[in-house]
């Protein structure tokens, strides 16, 4: 059976703040995933680089669904009764 290791704290740290920032502030989460950190900061690294990846994963799913779902919605919008209902209201007052 194969052995599961734990992360290390450093890891931890790292995949935190590369997650935060790749949400908050993408262009700088780029330009420092592009940094060489120094050699004793290597699990920080993996960490952060792994936590911007992850993010980055998460906005592509999103992103598909929302484009999937609206494009379905507009194809079907006629057979759900999906069209302006503020059309319908000036035929009211009439």
């Known amino acids: ?5 734990e992360p290390s704290q450093q890891f931890i740290e790292g995949f935190n703040k590369g997650y935060v920032l790749r949400e908050h ?5 780029l330009s420092l ?6 050699d004793s ?11 911007i990846e992850q993010k980055e994963a998460e906005l592509r799913k999103v992103k598909s669904k929302n484009f999937t ?3 379905l919605r507009n194809k079907y919008k006629d057979e759900l009764n ?3 209902k503020s059309k319908d209201k000036d035929m009211d007052r009439e």
């Open 25 to 29: 502030k993408p262009t700088l989460a």
């Open 41 to 51: 900061e290597k699990d920080f690294q993996t960490g952060f680089l792994n936590g």
């Open 1 to 5: 059976m194969e052995e599961i290791n």
């Open 82 to 84: 999906l069209h302006d």
């Open 69 to 71: 779902f609206n494009k």
């Open 33 to 38: 995933s592009q940094t060489k950190f120094p």
